[in-house]
Nanobody, 124 residues
Framework: QVQLVESGGGLVQAGDSLRLSCAAS????????MGWFRQAPGKEREVQAA????????YYAGSVKGRFTISRDNAKNTVYLQMNSLKPEDTAVYYC?????????????????WGQGTQVTVSS
């Protein structure tokens, strides 16, 4: 069983930065693929970034590539999402999620564990 707890969301202005953190419990963190998803009102939950267990492989959605950076610290069982140059369209609830392999990393249905989400609001 893995429990995920996100933190770091908030209200910021366009152009600002935020760093989200996701603390994980469980002995399998270092072998888990971790993803950051977001869901805006009326929209589907979509992957924004993902990172392999070792941190050696990453994925970014096109809309955040170059602005967001995913990283992890396996010693601290924590994955991060550094978000720079935030835009109003980045406003959403952000979730971290865990799965066992890199396969189908962009599919929310393939993730086994989810956090409760943290709200990010970007004002114009």
């Amino acid at each position: 069983q893995v429990q995920l707890v996100e933190s770091g969301g908030g209200l910021v202005q366009a152009g600002d930065s935020l760093r989200l953190s996701c603390a994980a419990s469980g002995r399998t963190f270092s072998s888990s693929t971790m993803g950051w998803f977001r869901q805006a009102p009326g929209k589907e939950r979509e992957v924004q970034a993902a990172i392999s267990g070792s941190g050696g492989i990453t994925y970014y959605a096109g809309s955040v590539k170059g602005r967001f950076t995913i990283s992890r610290d396996n010693a601290k069982n924590t994955v991060y999402l550094q978000m720079n140059s935030l835009k109003p369209e980045d406003t959403a609830v952000y979730y971290c999620a865990a799965k066992g392999s890199w396969r189908s990393v962009t599919s929310s249905q393939q993730y086994d564990y989810w956090g409760q989400g943290t709200q990010v609001t970007v004002s114009s």
